[in-house]
T-cell receptor
Framework: KNEVEQSPQNLTAQEGEFITINCSYS?????LHWLQQHPGGGIVSLFM???GKKKHGRLIATINIQEKHSSLHITASHPRDSAVYIC?????????????FGKGTSLLVTP | DGGITQSPKYLFRKEGQNVTLSCEQN?????MYWYRQDPGQGLRLIYY???????QKGDIAEGYSVSREKKESFPLTVTSAQKNPTAFYLC?????????????FGPGTRLTVL
């Protein structure tokens, strides 16, 4: 089973700060997902990537396949970015098409 | 609107009772999944189904049962055999064989055993 580790576990930032959340995994993968979980519990997909870098608004995700590592960056952070950010990997040898999830990084952005 | 619905949002159950959580999707996705989330832990897979009338156990299937009689529906029953059922339950669906297997999640059901 692919072990997915995220750091930091908790993060507090002031509005406007640049934020980085890290994710590492133990077994080679075919795809990595970044997800956002709002305080009410709903989860939305932010990025899916298998190589390189993707950008959407103030969010940037990068992945280094050789190092088995991905980062999620938030530029010019805002209080509405406060949420739990979850990294998940699609393990080609895992259960069907299910994902393996990290424990999440809880982000609080203060005004 | 296309999406996944779960009901109820909050559910309270007495110890020893079975309870069924609903999950419905109108995305025409073949695959559906049930995950359990506990504080400080990542989502863990309970069951998944890739086709009607077929489903597979995930990592923590003990004490749970599912059915997949229709493509749109994948209900989860939490039985009295589940020792620690209090948790947040999330249902998801995806297209099979998609490159990234993007999963779409429902809003979740928070189950509390009294």
């Amino acid at each position: 089973k692919n072990e997915v580790e995220q750091s930091p576990q908790n993060l507090t930032a002031q509005e406007g700060e640049f934020i980085t959340i890290n994710c590492s995994y133990s077994v080679g993968i075919s795809a990595l997902h970044w997800l956002q979980q709002h305080p009410g519990g709903g989860i939305v997909s932010l990025f899916m990537l298998s190589s390189g870098k993707k950008k959407h608004g103030r969010l940037i995700a990068t992945i280094n396949i050789q190092e088995k590592h991905s980062s999620l960056h938030i530029t010019a952070s805002h209080p509405r970015d406060s949420a739990v950010y979850i990294c998940a990997v699609k393990d080609p040898l895992g259960s069907g098409y299910a994902l393996n999830f990290g424990k999440g990084t809880s982000l609080l952005v203060t005004p | 609107d296309g999406g996944i619905t779960q009901s109820p949002k909050y559910l309270f159950r007495k110890e020893g009772q079975n309870v069924t959580l609903s999950c419905e999707q109108n995305l025409n996705h073949d695959a559906m999944y049930w995950y359990r989330q506990d504080p400080g832990q990542g989502l863990r897979l309970i069951y998944y189904s890739q086709i009607v009338n077929d489903f597979q156990k995930g990592d923590i299937a003990e004490g749970y049962s599912v059915s997949r009689e229709k493509k749109e529906s994948f209900p989860l029953t939490v039985t009295s055999a589940q020792k620690n059922p209090t948790a947040f339950y999330l249902c998801a669906s995806s297209i099979l064989a998609a490159e990234y297997n993007e999963q779409f999640f429902g809003p979740g059901t928070r189950l509390t055993v009294l």
